[in-house]
Each structure stands twice: as structure tokens, then as C-alpha cells.
């Protein structure tokens, strides 16, 4: 999945759900030895300090230092996204699951213990989803019909129960990278693409093309800032923008070649100063001083810390 989404950028360019797998005894150990791999999102749900990483095969997550896993409900969580009371996500189920595949729109408020369906549960798989960390506002491209939808992007502003078709003036890409949603703001977005930046401020109605911006793999907005990830030159070059006069600047940027660029980039909401960045490669950079320093805590999907 991930090989074939990274492709693409360069190239063309109710209720509960429950299983038998599902019970209370649901939990995240500690390991100091696995690796990591076929990561499919970032981020920190329920406004804690806790980052999740979604894998192909579950979910993990990293807290004071320490690598804890799911020891269940290891879902395949295609377009992960977090938000302050939880998580959204698509994707497949697990192995031996009695949840119908594909997941279609989900979400969960309890770290992955359960799955409440929102919208086309066994239809769809949303590998292109972003969501307002507070708004909650949803935006997915649907890159194939389903029983509701067309092509094309759409959002939610009501959790899956109705969906808006956006125009996309303006965005005139041939592939993108991924969607970042405005954590506040419901009607502000931004696409990554291999023609740069895209940004919208009305629900993804017309777009406005970043000036400076080339192939751009990743972009994370925040209140009043986003963080581009560029490949120029053989290398990745991380750039801040800002929301107001939609200028960019360079941003410290760990060593990486343009082999391995940033595939997912997200930020803590309780501190404005801590970053962490996934890359092709799985490795995955953190920061907590605005990017004064950047700790590889795992190399190439080995756990380093």
C-alpha cells in the first residue's frame, strides 16, 4: 500500500462494532525489540502526549521514552487520523475478524478497544483522509464510486451522516501526497502534491497554489503554521508556512535523501514546539524543541529508543 501511494507521488505524481477479538482485556504493552513497519499514520489522539502510530498491523505507540503495542484489534488502519477525542480511520480488519472488510469511515474515543461505524462500512477504504483535530470536520477523496459517492473530494461536517461534493477549483495536480485539515478552522485545507502546495479556505472549493513550493510529499497545518516536506536538490527540505500571508521558510530538517522522504508529519497539541516526521524508509524523527534537535527514535523500522 504504502510503496504504491509513495509511487504515485513521484509518479503520477451503528454503533460499537465488536469481534470475538474485542474484549476488556484490550491493552498496550511495552516492547524494546520489533520492528516497525507499513506505517499508514501519525499522530496524538485525545489531546495527550502519547503518539500513535498506525501499521498495517495494528497500532502502536510511544510514550516517556517507551514503545507500547496494541495486543489486539490489529486493523489494518489505512488513513489514519487523530483527533481530540480520538481517532478516524479506514482501512481493512485484521486477520480472523468478524468485522466486514473493507472498514469504510470509523472512529474510536477508547485507543482502538472499539470501533464505532460511521459511514460505508464494508464499501470503501479511504486512504486519502484528513480531519480537523477540533472542528472534526472530514475530508476523504473517493477514488472510486460507491452507493453514494462519485470521484472526487468530498467532506463531512456532521461525522459521516451527509457528504458534500468540493469543486477543487484551481488544483491542478495530477496526484497528491495527503490532506491536512485546519485543527479549528472546518473550512481551511491544505494538499500536498508533486506540483507543491494547495490551499483552500472554502471547504476545498477552490484551491490556491503556495508560491515556492515544488514536489511536496507531507504538510501538517496547525492553529496559525503548517510544516511542508519538500524533496529539492537530492534531498528532503522541511519548510514552516504560515497561514496568515501564506509565505514559506526553511525549517531544520534532519539528514534525509530524497530516496527516503517524509510520508507523514504531525505535531503535539500540547506543546507547539514537538514534531515528529515518518518517513518512505520507516524511520521516524522527533523534536521537542522546534526542530532545534531531531532524535531518530526508530531506523528504519527498528526501535532506536
Known amino acids: ?26 491493552k498496550f504493552n511495552a516492547v524494546e525489540d520489533a520492528i516497525i513497519d507499513h506505517i499508514h499514520g501519525i499522530g496524538y489522539p485525545n489531546n495527550k502526549e502519547e503518539l500513535y502510530i498506525a ?60 470501533l464505532d461505524k460511521l459511514a460505508f462500512y464494508g464499501e470503501t477504504d479511504f486512504h486519502y483522509l484528513g480531519v480537523g483535530y477540533q472542528s472534526k470536520a472530514i475530508y476523504v477523496i473517493n477514488q472510486e464510486p460507491n452507493s453514494k459517492l462519485e470521484t472526487g473530494l468530498y467532506h463531512s461536517m456532521d461525522e459521516g451522516e451527509s457528504f458534500q461534493k468540493s469543486d477543487m477549483k484551481g488544483f491542478n495536480s495530477t496526484s497528491i501526497g495527503n490532506i491536512a485539515v485546519h485543527p479549528s478552522n472546518k473550512d481551511m485545507l491544505a494538499i500536498s502534491s508533486k506540483d507543491g502546495v494547495f490551499l483552500s479556505k472554502d471547504s476545498g472549493n477552490s484551491f490556491k497554489k503556495v ?20 524533496i529539492e536538490d537530492g534531498q528532503i527540505q522541511l519548510y514552516e508556512l504560515n497561514l496568515e500571508s501564506e509565505q514559506i521558510q526553511p525549517y531544520p530538517t534532519p539528514a534525509l535523501s530524497q530516496d527516503n522522504p517524509v510520508m507523514y508529519i504531525s505535531s503535539n497539541p500540547t506543546n507547539s514546539d514537538e514534531w515528529t516526521i515518518v518517513t518512505y524508509e520507516n524511520d521516524i524523527y522527533t523534536t521537542t524543541d522546534n526542530g532545534g534537535t531531531w532524535d531518530e527514535i526508530v531506523d528504519n523500522g527498528k526501535i532506536t529508543k
Open 1 to 26: 500500500m504504502k510503496k504504491g501511494k509513495f509511487l504515485a507521488i513521484l509518479t503520477s505524481l451503528g454503533i460499537i462494532v465488536s469481534g470475538c477479538s474485542q474484549d476488556t482485556e484490550f
Open 55 to 114: 501499521t498495517h498491523d495494528g497500532l502502536m505507540k510511544y510514550k516517556d521514552s517507551t514503545w507500547y503495542e496494541a495486543n489486539s484489534q490489529k486493523h489494518d488502519y489505512m488513513g489514519f487520523q487523530p483527533y481530540k477525542d480520538g481517532f478516524y480511520s479506514s482501512g481493512h480488519p485484521e486477520g480472523g475478524s468478524d468485522l466486514e472488510n473493507p472498514l469504510g469511515l470509523v472512529k474510536s474515543t477508547d485507543g482502538g478497544k472499539s
Open 211 to 230: 508560491e515556492n513550493t515544488t514536489v511536496t510529499t507531507s504538510i501538517h497545518l496547525k492553529e496559525k503554521k503548517g510544516l511542508i516536506a519538500s
